[in-house]
């Protein structure tokens, strides 16, 4: 069972994890739809060149938060994201748009079992504060670590850990500021979005490096024979 001080932190998550489904659906609706419509990739980066003039607008500029303009901001950047990663099948032949599929499958798949299966724990651990430093301290020592290492696979494992760890603060960073009475869904769902979008990066990179290995090991074969 769940427990928070308050049916209004319950609420609050709800709708936090409501509004970041709606933004992930989004991206993964635009990148289905550039492979039946060539959108120019010029107006995703303009998208999220908004989005993030709308952001520091809202944060530095405006003294009350428009919402409205909060939420267009969510959305383009929505939209942002997931039309890029569908612009990137624009030069592709077909062989390796059906491998680029396939990879962004597994790799949604494995960003959303681990997404899930953290923020879960996250969000049932009673050790809110122990959790919360640990997880801000390990992201710390491993991109030192990161700085080091020289093997391109244990560059991407190290930054899988550090989205991880990063999904776990900013959930408890989120249930912290609920229990204090801080209800900011947008930014909530915003936060947990920009590390979503993280993981599903490293995870893709982790597919591709695999392709690139069997293409490799494919080559060697042909020589010898």
Known sequence: MIKFSS?????????????????????ISFFILNQFIQ????????????????????????RNKN??????SYVFYAI??????????YSMTLAQRESYYQMCLSALLMTGLTFFS????????QKRLAIYIGSMVLS????????????????????????VSYVIFDTQTMIHRAENGVYDTLYDAYMLFVDFAKLFIKFL???????????????KKKEKN
């Open 7 to 27: 049916k209004r932190t319950q609420q609050h998550l709800t709708r936090v994890y409501a509004t970041l489904a709606g933004g992930i659906l989004t991206s």
């Open 39 to 62: 959108i120019p990739v010029a107006i995703y980066v303009i998208l999220m060149f908004a989005s993030l003039v709308f952001d520091l607008y809202n944060c530095c500029c405006s």
């Open 67 to 72: 919402e409205k303009l909060r939420y267009v």
């Open 80 to 89: 942002g994201l997931g039309g890029g990663f569908g612009a990137a099948t």
């Open 118 to 125: 953290f923020s879960i724990f996250a969000i049932l651990t």
């Open 140 to 163: 710390l020592i491993l991109a030192i670590i990161s700085l080091f290492v020289f093997n391109v696979m244990a560059e991407i494992v190290i930054g899988i850990m550090i989205a």
């Open 205 to 219: 990179e982790l597919m591709q490096k695999k392709e690139k290995e069997k293409e490799k090991e494919k080559e």
